[in-house]
């Protein structure tokens, strides 16, 4: 494993693969990671030749007041889970290197930023945009791999990757959770016991809403209320939102898409997310679609049987 500290030297190493034809995966990481982390850079071992991980604590996505100075830091055992987890280079470098002096162009994302974390955080997601359309550039991976707890951070990639018709193709690998439900998080080193305890709420009240939709509710209220009614033990529930999974448009009334229910809360001074999909089942065939259908295949059967018709 190779740790580069400076854009040049990774690159001219990643040109030597490139050239052998490999295929790079990409897991960009603000540090201190856990088995979250683990989990991206298993999908990236597992479907690229080459797995390069970014550590790198974006300042552009951390507005005021902010946890910027005290986000954990860990580098050495960072090194070591990227070294057993099989990552073949490490990209750790410094503000300066990402941002130097003079640096003046900035992403401004659309309007899937603008709900969720993007209305409590304000230039949050052009902070992200940027520093991934940057990474891009500099490791221009085949792949690039990111957590769905991060769900909106994921759907603002897409969106960027779409427009710009960036080469890459983002995979996004289900959240990892502790074994009482609680979403794997760097932020969760901020909780006291007690808080710890507390967070668990947050899950349980999105497992709630999750399984009174399996059972087939499906009134966009009444799955919030479900969920809200769990959540009590936290300070502050910033926000507790069902959106299109897509477009992270608003449902106001009946879940007939694929959704996601996404809550940010403060637990004592430590603000978390997390979130769940709520998938609807395929809608089956009415008989007489069925029989359409029957129909359409009778006809390729006979048509492939009895082979082109002369003119």
Known sequence: MQTFRTIKALTQCLKGYRTAGLRVGFVPTMGFLHAGHRALIAES????????????????????????????????????????????????????????????????????????????RPGHFRGVATVVSKLFAIVQPEVAFFGQKDFQQCAVIRQ???????????????????????????????????????????????????AAFQAGERDSQRLVDLARAAMTEVNRLQYLELRNAETLEAIPELVERPAVLCVAAYVGTTRLIDNVLLTPPPTALSDHELELVSRAIGRQATVAAEGPQAL
């Open 45 to 120: 071992v597992a479907r690229c030749d080459i797995t390069v991980v970014s550590i790198f604590v974006n300042p552009t996505q951390f507005g005021p007041n902010e946890d910027l100075d005290r986000y954990p830091r860990a580098l050495e055992a960072d090194h070591d889970l990227c070294r057993t987890a099989g990552v073949n280079l490490i990209f750790v470098p410094d503000a300066s290197e990402i941002y130097p002096p003079g640096f003046q162009t900035y992403v401004e994302p659309g309007p899937v930023a603008e709900p969720l974390c993007g209305a409590v």
């Open 160 to 210: 960027l990757v779409r427009d710009l018709n960036l080469n890459v193709e983002i995979v996004t690998v289900p959240t990892v959770r502790e074994a009482d439900g609680l979403a794997l998080s760097s932020r969760n080193s901020y909780l006291s016991a007690a808080d710890r305890a507390r967070a668990r709420c947050l899950s349980r009240g999105l497992f709630a809403a999750h």
